[in-house]
Structures are given as C-alpha cells and as structure tokens.
C-alpha cells in the first residue's frame, strides 16, 4: 500500500472533538457531510485546503477523547490518505484501522505543513520529497494491511466471510 500527498500539520493532544466536533456528531449520520467539518476547530479552512491523498500528521497522543468512530470515519471521508503521529490514543489506533484509515506512528518532529510525502505501509518508509530525507517506520503486520485494503474489518469480513490472516 503506497500513499502520496501533502502533509497538513497540527500538535499534540488532538482530541477526538477537535477531529469532528460534538455539535455535528449526532446531527447526521451522513459521513460526507461530517467530513466538510473535520478539524475545522483548529482550522476553520482546513477542508478547503486538503485534496485526496493528503496527510495529517501530528505529534503525541492523536485521537484522544471519545472512543466514538467518527473521527476516524470523518478524515476518512474527507479524502486524507493517513494519519502520521508520534503516538495515538489506542482506542483511535484501533477505530481508525477498522475502518480502514491508515495511521503510523514515527517521529513527526521533521516534518512541516506542506511538505510532499511518499509512503509505503508494506515496506515502512515515509520519503519526504520535500526535504529528499526518509524516515523508517516499524511496518504495519501483512493482516492490518490486508484490513486496510479490504477498506477496513467489515469490508475484510465481507470479502472473506470470515477474520482470514493468511
């Protein structure tokens, strides 16, 4: 699974509020229309800037907050590749792979709102050709990759009828 795009850049600590905020959580059900909303607290553009394929990438502790899936399923559906962060909330982590949404976990501190990036989940490279530099990351397991592709655990259940890990 190889992936391209820009990185849209944010700190620590986003919570899942500040993902998708409460006030348009239980107003649709309607992920499209969530993902118009996503990280609009910390940057009421943001869906305006992003095209498919991007990136955001954060330091410590993305995701924190609420267990609900609409946070992942709102960047999902904003089009945003993956997620690049020095560390996750485990319960996002976990949503996020479920619902198909790449995440990594490496050391952001050298990458900067706008830089390009190639990445490859398989063989755990991040290239940024912005700056010509790699970054090695630990690679996701052959099954979480096969998740991801089949668009997530229904998606992987759908197609195999069953948890397949070969």
Known sequence: MELKGKVHRFGSDVNTD?????????????????????????????????????FIVADSNFGCGSSREQAPLAIKYAGIGAVIATSFARIFYRNAINIGLPVIECDTSG?????????????????N??????????PLP???????NDGGLVGHFRKYGTFNVE
């Open 129 to 138: 050709l912005t700056k010509d530099q790699v970054i090695r990351v630990k």
């Open 142 to 148: 052959d099954v979480m990759i096969k998740i991801l």
């Open 18 to 54: 500040y993902i998708i905020s409460g006030k348009y959580k239980f107003k649709t059900l309607d992920m499209n229309e969530l993902a118009k909303h996503v990280m609009e607290d910390l940057d009421s553009d943001f869906y305006s800037k992003i095209e498919q394929g991007d």
């Open 111 to 127: 990458i900067e709102a706008g830089d390009q990036l190639e990445v490859d989940l398989k063989k755990g490279v991040i290239r």
